[in-house]
């Protein structure tokens, strides 16, 4: 009878954690603040705003989604579970659709993937920890990007000035996006491939690589030895 009891426990431990979806009655929104471990997908350019999320049940039960202003955040209640989600399962899936987009912030250990067309006239990504950003659509006259710590950045489109800044190990990875006018700032040991048509103003201040293709002018200051590549020649 123990051996008995000892095996239904067993199994008991071994059922996988119950699965659900959960809809957000949210207000249009065009930032986005990602403050902890979730996967969220972004749909851009449909009419509407919407927020689904799936995953276990008992983590997206004490999940928080609202619009303040006109800044979507997500984040977990107060319930409190671990960076990677309940013992150590995987991150939950958010879904989101909104007709446009002016800011993305991801802090912590998010994933924050864009699609559609994100047309703006400023358009800015910040990442604060190991987070990510990926926009393929980017179609913007400004663009800044920011990432602290060791966030990667992928970016895809075009945009007439652009101003990416890394501070640590973080990567931005940029080549599909083709920039007017550039300005680079490196500190740390990360990375940052970018395209340029007319200027690329690159400064780094640490031990990471620049690299940036196309034709433009090139700029370069590099004060602590981190290699700078700047040119059509430049290879990634």
């Keep these: 009878m123990i051996r008995y009891i000892s095996a239904l426990a067993l199994s008991?431990?071994?059922?996988?954690?119950s699965a659900a979806d959960r809809t957000f009655t949210i207000t249009s929104f065009d930032r986005i603040r990602v403050e902890g471990p979730f996967d969220v997908r972004?749909?851009?350019g449909n009419a509407g705003a919407s927020a689904k999320a799936s995953g276990d049940a008992e983590v997206?039960?004490?999940?928080?989604?609202?619009?303040?202003?006109t800044t979507l955040v997500i984040r977990k209640g107060t319930g409190g579970w671990g960076e990677r989600?309940?013992?150590?399962?995987?991150?939950?899936?958010?879904?989101?659709?909104?007709?446009?987009?002016?800011?993305?912030?991801?802090?912590?250990?998010?994933k924050l993937v864009a699609t559609g067309k994100l047309r703006s006239q400023k358009l800015d990504f910040q990442i604060n920890g190991a987070g990510s950003i990926?926009?393929?659509?980017?179609?913007?006259?400004e663009l800044s990007v920011t990432i602290i710590g060791t966030g990667t950045v992928a970016l895809a489109g075009r945009s007439g000035r652009a101003r990416m800044l890394t501070n640590g190990p973080g990567t931005i990875?940029?080549?599909?996006?083709?920039?007017s006018d550039l300005v680079v700032r490196l500190d740390?040991?990360?990375?940052?491939?970018?395209?340029?048509r007319f200027t690329a103003d690159l400064t780094s201040?640490?031990?990471?690589?620049?690299?940036?293709?196309g034709g433009a002018k090139c700029t370069t200051n590099a004060q602590a030895g981190g290699p700078i590549l700047c040119g059509p020649d430049a290879t990634p």
């Design 85 to 110: 989600g309940k013992i150590g399962g995987p991150a939950p899936v958010i879904t989101l659709v909104t007709s446009n987009l002016r800011t993305a912030a991801v802090v912590g250990g998010g």
């Design 188 to 196: 740390g040991p990360g990375e940052t491939q970018a395209t340029a």
């Design 42 to 44: 972004l749909t851009v």
């Design 12 to 17: 008991a431990l071994a059922l996988p954690a």
């Design 173 to 179: 990875m940029a080549i599909p996006l083709v920039v």
């Design 205 to 213: 201040t640490g031990l990471g690589r620049i690299v940036v293709t």
């Design 134 to 141: 990926d926009a393929q659509g980017v179609d913007s006259d």
């Design 60 to 69: 997206i039960g004490n999940l928080d989604i609202d619009v303040q202003g």
